[in-house]
């Protein structure tokens, strides 16, 4: 199982800018397409964006446009660029793989324990 580290979140105000890092250790994340999800309280935990190995992108409709997923397989870390936030992007990020398939991407709970994830806050 791989571990993983999520940092760079903070307090934001409306229409600003946070980059999110990600950092997992062990094995076969190259192989892996990884995603970001995020949480806020009351809610359950949704699929924000995910990328293939070979760079394939997907977003959900509410932050496409807006956020831009990324990924350095060399240094096994994935990356998300958050432009123009919003206060219903508040929430705590976390990255993790996926299965992605046709019809859905999904969490793999085969590549590795949930991070701690980090706090996103968007507020005047």
């Known amino acids: 199982q791989v571990q993983l580290v999520e940092s760079g979140g903070g307090l934001v105000q409306p229409g600003g800018s946070l980059r999110l890092s990600c950092v997992a250790s062990?094995?076969?994340?190259?192989?892996?397409?990884m995603g970001w999800f995020r949480q806020a309280p009351g809610k359950q935990r949704e699929l924000v964006a995910a990328?293939?190995?070979?760079?394939?992108?997907h977003y959900t409709d509410s932050v496409k446009g807006r956020f831009t997923i990324s990924r350095d397989n060399a240094k096994n870390t994935l990356a998300l660029q958050m432009n123009s936030l919003k206060p219903e992007d508040t929430a705590v990020y976390y990255c993790?793989?996926?299965?992605?398939?046709?019809?859905?991407?999904?969490?793999?709970?085969?590549?590795?324990?949930w991070g701690q994830g980090t706090q996103v806050t968007v507020s005047s």
């Open positions: 062990g094995n076969g994340f190259v192989i892996w397409p």
């Open positions: 990328i293939t190995p070979g760079g394939t992108t």
């Open positions: 993790n793989g996926v299965n992605w398939g046709t019809r859905s991407i999904k969490y793999a709970p085969d590549f590795g324990p």
